[in-house]
Each structure stands twice: as C-alpha cells, then as structure tokens.
C-alpha cells in the first residue's frame, strides 16, 4: 500500500511511501514517522492509494521508501480539516509542507515564563482595618490625617471581606474609581500590588464581562437579525451571511445568541476574531455564556496552554472555540456556525506561506461542513460587501446603536489651515487641544490616532537633503526616543542606529528630524495638557508580554485620560467613557502605493470615531488632514458606508482590481536589483507565451516593487490578474517552475491584501 504524507516542512509537496503492513490500515489524518533525507520526521497521512499497483507501476518502486511507524489508528487531525488544510496549500500555491504545519497542534515544550499578564489588586492594610473597625464601632477615634469620605468607606468595607485584595478592575465595576483607591493607598490604608496571571486565558476579560447581565433584551434589529440567521443556521445547509452594523450596534450579542441556538441542536462554533490580546472581551463574553466548554486558540498563549485547548477540542470536549486566524483549522467536529468578527481586518491574511486568509478558508471549510458563517462588520471589504449586493451572501442589517445612542459627531480640521495660522510644527490642532481640556474637565476619556510608530519618521540633511536610511532596506529610519535615549531605527528589519551629530553623506552638521509619530504626540498631548494622566499604545509600548493587557486594564479603570495610539486603539474596543476621539492625520494611509488605500483609511477612521460614545454619553470625533475632499474621509466622517462602496467600486471597476477581478501578487528577490528585475522578467516573458492563444491574463511589470530593498535582497514585482483564478496560478507556477533556480527566490500572494 502506498500513503501520501505531509511533513511540516516548507517548501516540500506530498511524499509519498510504502507501508509494508497495511494492518492495521492507515486512515488520512494519522501520523506517520517518515524517513526523509538522513533523518526521521513526523507527517500527516493525507491520501490512501488502495492496492499496491496503483500508484507502484508508475513511480519507480525501488526508491519509494517504507515508513518507520504509523503512530495512530485513527485520524490524529481530522480528515475534513486535512483536506481544509490540502485545498489551502493549493489555493494558495504553498507546499503541503507549510499548509500542514498551519494544522498541527503546538509544540509542547511546557510551561515558559513568558506567558504572564499582569493585574492590579488592592487590599487592605492593618491600618486600614484598625480604622475600619473604629469606624464601624462608632468611634471617633481617628487620626485627622486619615479623614475617609464615603466612597472611602465603601471601598474599606469591600477590602476588608477579601484580605488577599480585589482587582482594581473589580472594584471599578463596584463604582469604586482608582483614584479613590489611589487616595487610600497614599493615606496607608489600602496596598495595591501587581499581580502575575498565568495560565488562564480568560482572566484578562473575565473581570470585564462580570458586569454583564445576563439575558438582557436585544433591540428589535438584533431580534430581527437572530431570527433570520438562526433560520439559516436551522436549514444546516451552507450559507453566507453579511452582518452589517454600525459601530456599537450590538454585534457581539447577536453571536452569543446565535452560538447558544447552535449548540443547543447539537453542533458547534467557530469564531474568530482578528487579534485576541485587542478583544479580550469577546473570549470572556464566550466564557461566561458557555463555562467550560469554551476553547481559546492564539499565538499569544504560551504553547503549553495552546496545546492543552487542541486536546481538549480535539476530545470534543469544547462546543465553542475562539481564536485568531490559525484557529480556522482547530479540530472541531460537527461545525454548525463559524463567525467572523471585523471580517475586513487584514490581520486575518498571514503574511508568510501560506498566505492564506481566515476568512476565505472559514467559508471553503462551511461549505465542506454545511454550516452557516456570519462575516461580521462595520466597514465590510469590498469583496464581502460586492458578494452581498450581488446576491451571493445573504445581508442582515444593524443601522442603529444599541439604546439609538447617536453615532459620534465629526468634525474635519482642514490642516492646511491650521499651518498657516499656528506655524508648520502644528501636530494638535487648536480644535482637538481644546476638546481635550474639556474631556479633562468633564473626567472624560478620549482617544488619540496617529498610524505610525516613532518620535520623527525620518532625519533629514539640510545641506545635502539626503535622508538617514537604511541599510539594509529601501527605506528611511525612524527616530525612536529622545534625549540620550534616542535611536533611529528601521520598522522593516529591526536595524537600529545612534542618530549621528552630522549627515553620513555631506558631513553637513544641520541634521533635522521630519514629519511625527505616537511618540511625538504622547509628548505633544503632555505638553499642552500638562494634568492629563497620558499613555501610549502601540507596538513598541507593549513589546512585553502582558504589558497590553495592563495597559487596556488601566485604561478602562480609569487611571487613564488621554490613550494615543495606532490602528491597535481602534480595533473593536467598547470603552464607555471615551467621548473623544482624535485623529491626528488621516492621511498615512493614502500615500501608500496600494490599491487598498482608499478602503483601509475608510475603514480605520470610521472604527476609530466608532470608539466614542459607546457609554451615556454622546461621543465626538476630530478629523486632521490635509486632504479635507478625499471621498475616503468625506465619506467615513458620514459614516456612510454604502456611499463609500458605490463610489470605491467605480474606481476598482475602472482600474480592474479586485473584488471585479482575481489577483496574484509575485515577488522575486534578487541579490541585485538587475538579478531580481531580469528574472522576474523572465517568468513575465513565459507566462505571456502561455497566454499568447488566450489572452486572458493581464500581466503587469515586471517593475520594482514598491519596498524596492528589503532585508539586504532587492525585489522585483509581477501582479497577474485575471478572471480564472486557477487558471491564473497555473499558468503562472508553470512559468515559475521552468527556472527550478528561482524556487526559494520567489514568493506567491494570491488574493493579496496589500501589494508592497
Ligand atoms: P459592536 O460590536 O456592534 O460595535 P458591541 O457588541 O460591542 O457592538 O455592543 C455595544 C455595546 O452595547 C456593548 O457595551 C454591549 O454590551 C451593549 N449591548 C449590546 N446589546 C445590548 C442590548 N440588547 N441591550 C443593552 N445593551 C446592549
Ligand atoms: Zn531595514
């Protein structure tokens, strides 16, 4: 009998084997130990050639190898997540190698120490139960300094039942603020600590979803839409539906109670959300409504506690699994409803082979499994929102915030205008310093987007006008830090550099710093607002572990006032006293040389003023940018998404860009630039022979990409795009294959998210 095997290594396609004793016989989905090259490897068993002809008499039997040992007698992954697992490395024109590593469940190398997240927990002292206890008694006994006022009182009393501490979190959800707690601590009365939390997934969320009540009503479009979806999700045959809600709309409740409908007739849900460390809610709110039998499955879990959830899904012991992209994969069985929260977030598209997105394989894997899956949005993709007006998708509708609570308010800042009147060095207009001052006042909170890291985006030479570059990639440092902490680094691949005193290039001595990032506008917010209790979120404030999460906690206990940050603020939070959010420039996005810009700055701006105002109070945004006309910010300021989409398929259809046509982005990677340019050449110039009777691809470049540079190798670009799209990736690793030299050269994007 002979097997094809996957082994996770990249780069290799189905091997295939003899198995000298087909008894027990050998079923897809089992492990099966490999001999490969000197060593021994572990692979999936993925297809079964029945009799030993078959495949014998064609391949050279002397050099099919036996296997060492197959390690299961039934399937170790699922046969239907197998085959999910062959159908991605094929439309995604990766080997099987990586495809199955996607699959396999994590290494457990036990525990490791970086899986923390940390806490903040109060407790109280002796003092503070001495005085307690004085105060319960009616004594008047008290030392002037220690003064309580009510709220004080209340929160002693808290203590005082848990001696091990409460978390702040907690507390806050009691109406006890950290300022209140802050005092206690200065006056000796209360200790606050931070506490390690490991192990448990869930904590970070948990404390937040314990003021939920349970079975409250939905509004009538939430009815509406969980009737409707439920009805879809009863037929158990595969269907698409586009939930479309407006930011705060309800969303969230709408899946509870859709998985509940599921689990109850016996099947069971996925859902997935774009980056769990951002929506720890969401897990929790899963938790409490499901207990135990929901899973957790991400990268930012330790692989002890990873591998631990697989088992337990794979044991059918869960009936709710929520995760990120690579969940799509997890074993579950009988899958009645896969969900997909912000299906429009690139963060479902993995950047390496394969270079799958989560969305596309949850619906191949719905259709396999005749399950029903919700694309959940506020600013759906193009190609979801095309889908659904074509009829493909089924479309529900939420156009009204939970309790009607009005959309936020925005307003433009035309920043052309400022400049001329406060000077070039403008990074908060006069408009959004004194909204600011107003939330301070009103002890609101408000929320600060700038889309990209850094103090200064670039050095500048005033003699020479060179810029600081680097080495290695074709684009500029970016200042991080200042004073002696300074440092210019680059957001590619990591080279870092001291900020020389003279240009490198000229020896010009006036080196100047251009344009501005989160960091410059922590400081800047400081600056003017010299009370505010500031931080700061992005990638480089929350490289440590756990850091995210305290972060996120202090925020919403209050402890902050004023959060700047990237894209990370503004993905899918629901923090009720945020009022205000400010963008400070709209316009990062739109100089990139993507056909995506346009969407991607609708998209952001709209999720961002989405944050403000989702509590009692009515939320305003504050739009900066220099491009005051761009229908993408126009349009989001409206948060009038079917405008935006009427007016950005035009363009799309105009330019024949996807969704109206299928794209594959090739890179080949050169040592030098003509290395790179003349053999991407090379495959363009067989692939336009293959075309030559059709003429049914168009082929565009080859052309330097747009990150001409990167990591030391020079790239060159190919985008093909067509209608077929298996046609497309056929013809094109035929024209890729003809120069076997080019294999580890070249790398194939289909459906590609972002083409730099
Ligand atoms: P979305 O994901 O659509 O932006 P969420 O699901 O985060 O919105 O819901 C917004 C807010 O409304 C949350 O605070 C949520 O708890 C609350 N909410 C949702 N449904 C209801 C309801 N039926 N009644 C009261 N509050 C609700
Ligand atoms: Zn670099």
């Avoid at 996957?6 to 050998?26: F, I």
């Avoid at 300094?145 to 979190?169: F, S, W």
């Amino acid at each position: 009998m002979l097997i094809r095997v996957a082994v996770p290594v990249p780069g290799l396609d189905l091997l295939t084997y003899l198995v000298p004793d087909p008894s027990p016989a050998p079923v897809v989905g089992a492990r099966a130990v490999v001999p490969l090259g000197s060593r021994l490897v572990t692979g999936i068993v993925v297809e079964i050639e029945e009799g030993m002809d078959a495949g014998a008499g064609e391949i050279n039997a002397e050099r099919i190898k036996p296997i060492r040992q197959l390690l299961d007698a039934g399937a170790f992954i699922p046969a239907d997540v197998v085959r999910l697992a062959q159908w991605t490395a094929e439309y995604y024109a990766s080997g099987a190698g990586e495809a199955i590593t996607a699959v396999l469940p994590p290494k457990t190398r036990g525990d490791r120490q970086d899986a923390h997240k940390t806490r903040r927990v109060a407790a109280i002292t002796v003092v503070g139960s001495e005085l307690l206890a004085n105060l319960r008694a009616g004594r008047e006994a008290i030392a002037p300094e220690n003064k309580v006022t009510e709220r004080q009182r209340e929160a002693l009393d808290l203590l005082a039942g848990a001696p091990a501490g409460i978390a702040t979190a907690h507390m806050a959800g009691r109406g006890i603020s950290a300022d209140v707690l802050a005092r206690l601590a200065r006056q000796g009365l209360a200790a606050i600590r931070s506490e390690r939390v490991d192990r448990d997934p869930f904590e970070a969320g948990a404390l937040v979803a314990e003021d939920q009540e349970a079975g409250r009503r939905l509004s009538e479009e939430q009815e509406t839409a969980v009737v409707r979806l439920s009805a879809f999700a009863a037929s158990q045959a595969f269907r698409v539906a586009l939930l479309h809600g407006v930011t705060g709309s309800g969303k969230t409740e709408v899946y509870l109670r859709l998985s509940a409908i599921v689990r109850d007739a016996g099947r069971r849900v996925l859902m997935l959300v774009p980056e769990i460390a951002l929506t720890p809610a969401v897990a929790a709110l899963f938790r409490q409504a499901f207990g135990e039998r929901v899973a957790i499955q991400h990268s930012g879990l330790s692989d002890g506690e990873r591998h631990d959830q697989w088992q337990r899904i794979r044991r059918g012991e869960v009936d709710v699994v929520v995760g990120t992209r690579s969940a799509v994969f997890a074993p579950v069985e009988k899958l009645g409803l896969i969900i997909v929260d912000e299906e429009h977030d690139g963060s479902y598209k993995q950047e390496e082979s394969p270079r799958y997105n989560g969305r596309d394989v949850a619906i191949v894997r719905a259709q396999r499994a005749g399950a029903l899956v919700i694309l959940g949005s506020a600013t759906p993709s193009m190609e979801s929102y095309h889908h659904a007006m074509t009829g493909r998708y089924e479309r529900v509708l939420l156009e009204r915030r939970i309790l009607d609570r009005p959309l936020a308010a925005v307003t433009v800042v035309d920043m052309r205008e400022e400049y001329a009147a406060e000077g070039p060095d403008v990074v908060l207009s006069r408009a959004l310093r004194a909204q600011i001052d107003v939330r301070l006042a009103r002890r609101e909170q408000a929320l600060i987007l700038l889309n990209r890291r850094g103090f200064a985006t670039a050095v500048f030479c005033r003699q020479c006008a060179g810029t600081l570059d680097c080495a290695n990639c074709s684009v500029s440092l970016v200042v991080h830090g200042e004073g002696s902490a300074r440092r210019a680094r680059c957001h590619y691949c990591n080279y870092s550099a001291r900020v020389p005193p003279a240009c490198p290039l000229c020896a010009g001595p006036y080196l100047e710093q251009t344009g501005f990032g989160t960091e410059r506008v922590e400081a800047e917010v400081k600056k003017f607002c010299p009370s505010a209790r500031v931080a700061r979120l992005d990638r480089d404030s929350v490289r440590r572990k756990g850091s995210l999460d305290a972060l996120l906690t202090r925020f919403r206990d209050g402890e902050i006032d004023v959060l700047v940050g990237t894209q990370m603020i503004a993905k899918g939070h629901d923090f009720p006293r945020v009022t205000l959010v400010g963008v400070v420039s709209a316009d990062v996005g739109l100089g990139m040389a993507d056909f995506r810009a346009s969407e991607r700055t609708f998209q952001l701006l709209t999720q961002v003023a989405g944050r403000a105002g989702r509590g009692s109070q009515p939320g305003e945004a504050i739009i900066q940018t220099i491009y005051p006309d761009h229908y993408s910010i126009l349009l989001a300021c409206r948060q009038d998404y079917p405008a935006f989409y009427e007016r950005e398929i035009h363009f799309r259809k105009a330019m024949r860009y996807p969704p109206l046509v299928s794209m594959i982005n090739t890179v080949v990677r050169g040592r030098t630039f003509t290395q790179a340019m003349d053999d991407a050449a090379g495959v363009a110039g067989r692939l336009r022979q293959a075309d030559a009777d059709r003429r049914d691809l168009r082929i565009l470049g080859p052309a330097p990409a747009p990150l001409g540079k990167l990591r030391g190798e020079y790239r060159s670009q190919l985008l093909v795009k067509g209608a077929n799209r298996k046609r497309m990736r056929e013809a094109l690793l035929a024209a890729i294959a003809a120069a076997p030299e080019l294999q580890r050269r070249v790398s194939v994007d289909v459906d590609p998210i972002s083409v730099l």
